[in-house]
C-alpha cells in the first residue's frame, strides 16, 4: 500500500507567520522523506531530503519525522510571499527513491503580503 | 549548468497521434524517472529507468513507452492507446546508487489533446 494523505489547502497565512504542512502515510516501509516545492507550471523542486525519524533544518525551513505516528511535518519560518506555492510531501523505502517516489497531491500555500 | 531538460515545453497532440517528450540530463545520474501530473493531483510514475537498455513500469504505464539508449536520455512516447494524455509530464532523474541523494526534476512538458 503506497497512500500518501496531504490537505489540497489551499492554506492562506499572513506574511511573517509560521507555517506548518503535513503529510501521513500507510506503509511502514517508508524511510527516505522529501519535500518538494513546485510553482505554478514549473517542475518541482527540492527543499528537504531527511531519513528516518528526526528534526532537519535548513534556513527558514525545518523537516520532522514521526516514523510511529506515521507522520512528516514542515515548518517554514518568517513566511515570505515568494513562498506562495504548492508543497508536495514525497517518500520512498529504497535509498534514492530508486523505484519511484509516491507523492502526497500537494498543499496549496498563499502567503499574503 | 548541471541539469534535466525537457522539450517541448508545450505539445499539442491530435486524438489518434503518437507523440514523443524528450528529457536529457548531464547530471551523470543512472536513474530516470517519468511522473504524470494532472490538476490536484500528486505525481504519479509512469516508467523508470535504474540502468541503460532496462526500464520497469510504473503505477500508470498504460498508454506509454520508454526506451533508455544513453544514460544521458529517457524519452517518453504517449501513444494513441492512451485516453486521457492530456497532463503536465515530468522527468527526474537520481543517483540512487547514493542512499543520501534523491530525484531531481526537469521543468517539465504540458501535452494538450486537441
Known amino acids: 500500500q503506497k497512500e500518501v494523505e496531504q490537505d489540497p489547502g489551499p492554506l492562506s497565512v499572513p506574511e511573517g507567520a509560521i507555517v506548518s504542512l503535513n503529510c501521513t502515510y500507510s506503509n511502514s516501509a517508508f524511510q527516505y522523506f522529501m519535500w518538494y516545492r513546485q510553482y505554478s507550471r514549473k517542475g518541482p523542486e527540492l527543499l528537504m531530503y531527511t531519513y528516518s525519524s528526526g528534526n532537519k533544518e535548513d534556513g527558514r525551513f525545518t523537516a520532522q519525522v514521526d516514523k510511529s505516528s506515521k507522520y512528516i511535518s514542515l515548518f517554514i519560518r518568517d513566511s515570505q510571499p515568494s513562498d506562495s506555492a504548492t508543497y508536495l510531501c514525497?517518500?520512498?523505502?529504497?535509498?534514492?527513491?530508486?523505484?519511484?517516489?509516491?507523492f502526497g497531491k500537494g498543499t496549496h500555500l498563499i502567503i499574503q503580503p | 549548468d548541471g541539469g534535466i531538460t525537457q522539450s517541448p515545453k508545450y505539445l499539442f497532440r491530435k486524438e489518434g497521434q503518437n507523440v514523443t517528450l524528450s528529457c536529457e540530463q548531464n547530471l551523470n545520474h543512472d536513474a530516470m524517472y517519468w511522473y504524470r501530473q494532472d490538476p490536484g493531483q500528486g505525481l504519479r510514475l509512469i516508467y523508470y529507468s535504474q540502468i541503460v537498455n532496462d526500464f520497469q513500469k510504473g503505477d500508470i504505464a498504460e498508454g506509454y513507452s520508454v526506451s533508455r539508449e544513453k544514460k544521458e536520455s529517457f524519452p517518453l512516447t504517449v501513444t494513441s492507446a492512451q485516453k486521457n494524455p492530456t497532463a503536465f509530464y515530468l522527468c527526474a532523474s537520481s543517483a540512487w546508487t547514493s542512499g543520501t541523494d534523491t530525484q531531481y526534476f526537469g521543468p517539465g512538458t504540458r501535452l494538450t489533446v486537441l
Open positions: 514525497a517518500m520512498s523505502d529504497s535509498g534514492g527513491g530508486a523505484d519511484g517516489l509516491t
